[in-house]
């Protein structure tokens, strides 16, 4: 049994080889938790945005990054069931999963299918939950829709692309051109994001508009978002990309992005404008985590039925935490990039 465990802590604003290793004690389960030895954490968006303290629910420095993680359970406190020692799990954190064990309440744990590979389990957790909930529960998208999947080479986005063609929908993704090929692999047509005519190409292929759009980029562009909507037509606004390395407030963006998404969605043309919040109801905890696990049960059961296309754009150890954060910046992979303590 391990005495000791690896984390990396962000220390304030950093670069990434100013992320800090450190061994401390294994630390104990308390009631209701569950240790976990983690298998893999992904380096998500959010700790992007993190590690400039430009997250809209910046944690407070020092602190452990890690969104999410898949990893088996190594011991429980009390009041937990003892047989979840050793099964596979995967959960959401927001942060704390970039260490070798990481202490998550049990009942937020999701379990992972038998045969499927950690690192693959991994890259949809955040990112399953995000799409599964803005496609089936915001949008509702269907057999015969078309929907517009910005950013659709990235975490979410590759994933938005794939539960949307298994629902039945076309797919049109924007993405860099580099990133052209391994978004038509997963079954849409790419355009171009910084292209100046993107909202006349997106025309072109859906003259009428298009049933959704799920937009992590905010900024002006939003407009063009909403623009593109068929009649009833919903708009999912899901983050403010575009302004990661703007100074100021890092709430403003977001919340000038709300004012606008209200004033659209009660416009009476029926077309619906929301902004999707993961945590959103998580005050209501058991309903919180009845929705997560079926949500995140159902994408897992599709990765371990071999109809999902994990994208795991490079497995880093936990130790070489830098590199993984900075490949994960760099604009050239597709998927994401995991940590494997
Ligand atoms: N609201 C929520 O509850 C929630 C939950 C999860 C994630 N998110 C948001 O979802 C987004 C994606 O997260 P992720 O972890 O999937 O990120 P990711 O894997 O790093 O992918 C980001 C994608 O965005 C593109 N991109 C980056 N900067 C951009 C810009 N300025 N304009 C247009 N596209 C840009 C990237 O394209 P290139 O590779 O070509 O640069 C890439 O396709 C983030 O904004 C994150 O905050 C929100």
Redesign the pocket.
């Known amino acids: 049994m391990e005495t000791s465990v690896l984390e990396v802590v962000l220390p304030g604003v950093v670069e990434p080889d100013g992320l800090v290793l450190r061994r401390g004690p294994r630390p104990t389960p308390g009631r209701g938790q569950a240790l976990v030895r983690v298998e893999a954490t992904g380096v ?3 700790e992007q ?1 993190m590690r400039r303290a430009k997250y809209y629910d910046q944690p407070p420095f020092p602190f452990v990054p890690g969104y999410d993680l898949v990893g088996t359970v190594a011991e429980v406190g009390p009041g937990v069931d003892p047989a979840l020692v050793g099964g596979r799990f995967a959960a959401l954190t927001k942060t704390g999963g970039w260490a070798s064990h990481a202490l998550v309440a049990a009942a937020d744990l999701v379990p992972v299918p038998a045969g499927v590979d950690p690192a693959e389990a991994e890259t949809f957790v ?2 399953g939950i ?1 799409a599964w909930q803005m496609l089936h529960r915001v949008a509702r998208v269907t057999e015969g829709h078309t929907v517009l999947v ?8 590759s994933t938005l692309v794939q539960l949307a063609r298994l629902a039945g929908a076309r797919v049109i993704g924007t ?2 051109p580099r ?1 052209h090929d391994a978004v038509r692999a997963l079954g849409a047509t790419p355009v171009d ?1 910084r292209d100046p005519d993107l909202p006349a190409k997106v025309r072109a292929l859906a003259p009428g508009g298009v049933d959704a759009v799920f937009d ?2 905010g900024g002006p562009g939003i407009v063009d978002s909403w623009r593109l909507l068929a009649p009833r037509g919903a708009l999912v606004a ?2 403010t ?2 302004t990661r390395d703007e100074g100021g407030n890092s709430r403003l963006p977001v919340l000038r992005l709300f004012a606008r998404l209200l004033w659209w969605d009660l416009l009476p043309n029926g077309r619906t404008a929301k902004f ?4 959103a109801g998580r005050r209501r905890a058991a309903r919180f985590r009845a929705r997560l696990a079926d949500d995140l049960g159902a994408v897992l059961a599709l990765l371990a039925e071999g109809r999902l296309r994990p994208q795991v754009a490079a497995r880093v150890p936990l130790a070489e935490v830098a590199r993984a954060v900075e490949l ?1 910046e760099s ?1 050239t ?1 597709a998927g ?1 990039v995991v940590l494997v303590p």
């Open positions: 998500s968006f959010a945005q955040v990112n995000t910005h950013g659709a080479n990235g975490g979410v986005g993405a860099s990133h994001y992590h980029v899901y983050g990309a575009s999707f919040n993961i945590w994960a604009g992979v994401k």
